[in-house]
């Protein structure tokens, strides 16, 4: 009789797990920095209590650190028409993240009921609403944002539904998909055959597992919305002038880079720095839960014959 000697075999499942310990250290970074920003963005013009749209002639252009005509600190500098910079991060900040999360929460709640109807009933139901997205598809979300907000007028909620229009189609694609491979899963197919509704079939044996998949693009999407709102104010054709954003402060200082640098610079570092954190974020829950299924696979497989 012989003997295996089983740790010479390769730790297929262990090293997953000792990387599943490792790695969540990464995401402390990405999401304490979007979690300052949320927190600027709650009390910042508590602390900053400066009027962002408040012209004053008399500091125009004033540097970063310089002091301002009524003995206050620019800590950023002023634009050409002498208002605060810092003011308008902070407040450029809440309109970011407010559109941000209002239109996530518009693509989620219509990309998921879109998706978990067309997945679980399929047939007619799914060609349909599949083919619905296909046209969407067609047109560029970027193109379509810019007519739908230049046939309005200028407001956050203008621009909430333009970005919206075709926001919903990942998570309905997201969702469509996982309910595909859910809806044979053995517990669904038992709640079937027991009578169960199928809205109650699909609120309670299939919408929690998508929770996990939902979560990441979530946080990806966000991104692509702050990012998307900020080019359409830079074009002029997002929110009106009595509403902050860091895409209007970025093309009000484009004429000034070469002697007024921090218009442009301060709030583009501060659009970028979010993005990038956001991303990483999502990057990191997507790697985590597609992994998760990796290990399980892997363990199912390790599972010794009786």
């Known amino acids: 009789m012989t003997t295996v000697d089983r740790t010479s075999e390769p730790d297929t499942v262990a090293t997953p797990r000792r990387r599943r310990r490792r790695r969540p250290g990464f995401a402390v970074v990405p999401a304490a920095v979007v979690g300052l920003y949320v927190l600027v963005a709650v009390l910042g013009p508590v602390l900053v209590p400066l009027d962002p749209v408040r012209v004053q002639l008399a500091d125009r252009l004033l540097a970063p650190g310089s002091t301002t005509a009524a003995g206050s600190l620019a800590l950023m500098g002023t634009d050409a028409v002498g208002r605060d910079i810092a003011a308008m991060l902070v407040h450029g900040a809440r309109t970011s993240i407010l559109i941000g999360f209002l239109t996530v929460v518009v693509c989620l709640v219509i990309g998921v009921v879109v998706g978990i109807v067309a997945g679980y009933r399929g047939g007619i139901t799914d060609s349909v609403l599949s083919r619905l997205i296909d046209v969407l598809l067609a047109f560029p979300s970027i193109v379509l944002a810019i007519v739908v907000a230049g046939l309005f007028t200028r407001s956050i909620a203008v621009v909430v539904i333009a970005l919206a229009l075709t926001g919903w189609i990942r ?16 517990w669904v197919m038992a709640a079937r055959v027991l009578g169960v509704r199928s809205l109650s079939i699909m609120a309670r044996h299939i919408l929690p ?13 966000f991104g692509l919305v702050v990012l998307a709102e900020a080019g359409l104010s830079f074009l002029g054709i997002g929110l009106p002038a009595t509403v902050v954003s860091w895409g209007q402060m970025i093309a009000n200082g484009r004429d000034y880079l070469d002697t007024a640098w921090w218009i442009s610079a301060f709030p583009g570092l501060a659009l970028a720095l979010l993005v990038v954190s956001v991303g990483l974020l999502g990057d990191h829950l997507n790697s985590r839960y597609q992994r998760g299924g990796d290990i399980a696979t892997a363990e199912t497989n390790q599972k010794p014959a009786p």
């Not at 998570?171 to 809806?183: I, P, S």
């Not at 597992?209 to 999407?221: K, N, Q, R, S």
């Open 171 to 186: 998570f309905a694609r997201l969702t469509r998909g996982e309910t595909l491979a859910l809806r044979e899963r053995d």
């Open 209 to 221: 597992f998508l929770v996990g998949p939902i979560a990441a693009l979530i946080t990806i999407e």
